[in-house]
């Protein structure tokens, strides 16, 4: 079943080889699946910073606190919502958190590993973003993906199916 197959063993991996590279061609695949998340109004008002320059790696797994792996990691991408192409205020945030799942999955079947690390909405790490990535002011950092090859996958499926999440028609 597919869903097994994909989409039920997709995990969070932190462990990394070490500063192996992932070709431009896997990269662009990435980003043009990320790119076919739904949006609102179909405004897509995502932009991506792919970072793959091993001192600035290293320089933001020095300032943001939950990810120390980017060190080991291939690359990272920011994803960020442009206010300026968003179909409604904030819609940029739901927007591209759908392009960071589509980009998480599209890792996973390509077998390379990725973290969601959040920047927004913690205002001081998104004024450090968009600072040193030189953002314009409506240009808005919402998450650090970090990508590389697995150096382990997590190895047990676990169970997240929870009947008691379920509500219909009310609570």
């Given at each position: 079943m597919?869903?097994e197959a994909g989409l039920?063993?997709?995990?969070?991996v932190?462990?990394?080889?070490?500063n192996?590279?992932?070709?431009d061609?896997n990269?662009?695949d990435?980003?043009?699946i990320?790119m076919?998340?739904?949006?609102g109004?179909?405004?897509?008002p995502w932009?991506?910073?792919?970072v793959?320059?091993?001192?600035l790696c290293?320089?933001?797994?020095d300032?943001h606190?939950?990810a120390?792996?980017?060190?080991d990691?291939?690359?990272?991408v920011?994803?960020?919502?442009?206010?300026q192409?968003e179909?409604a205020?904030?819609?940029?945030?739901?927007?591209t958190?759908a392009a960071?799942?589509?980009?998480l999955l599209?890792?996973?079947?390509l077998?390379?590993?990725?973290?969601?690390?959040g920047i927004?909405?913690d205002?001081a790490?998104?004024?450090?973003?968009?600072?040193m990535?030189?953002l314009?002011d409506?240009?808005k950092?919402n998450?650090l993906v970090v990508i590389?090859?697995p150096l382990?996958?997590p190895?047990s499926?676990?169970?997240?199916?929870?009947?008691?999440?379920?509500?219909y028609?009310?609570?």
């Amino acid at each position: 079943m597919y869903l097994e197959a994909g989409l039920l063993t997709r995990r969070s991996v932190r462990k990394f080889v070490k500063n192996h590279v992932i070709s431009d061609d896997n990269i662009r695949d990435l980003l043009k699946i990320a790119m076919y998340a739904p949006s609102g109004c179909n405004k897509q008002p995502w932009e991506f910073i792919v970072v793959n320059d091993r001192s600035l790696c290293d320089k933001i797994s020095d300032i943001h606190p939950y990810a120390k792996f980017l060190r080991d990691a291939s690359l990272a991408v920011v994803v960020c919502g442009n206010e300026q192409q968003e179909c409604a205020k904030g819609h940029w945030i739901t927007d591209t958190s759908a392009a960071i799942e589509n980009l998480l999955l599209a890792c996973h079947g390509l077998g390379l590993g990725a973290c969601w690390c959040g920047i927004y909405p913690d205002a001081a790490l998104m004024k450090t973003f968009s600072s040193m990535l030189n953002l314009p002011d409506y240009i808005k950092p919402n998450a650090l993906v970090v990508i590389g090859y697995p150096l382990q996958m997590p190895s047990s499926v676990q169970d997240r199916f929870r009947e008691d999440k379920i509500h219909y028609n009310q609570w």
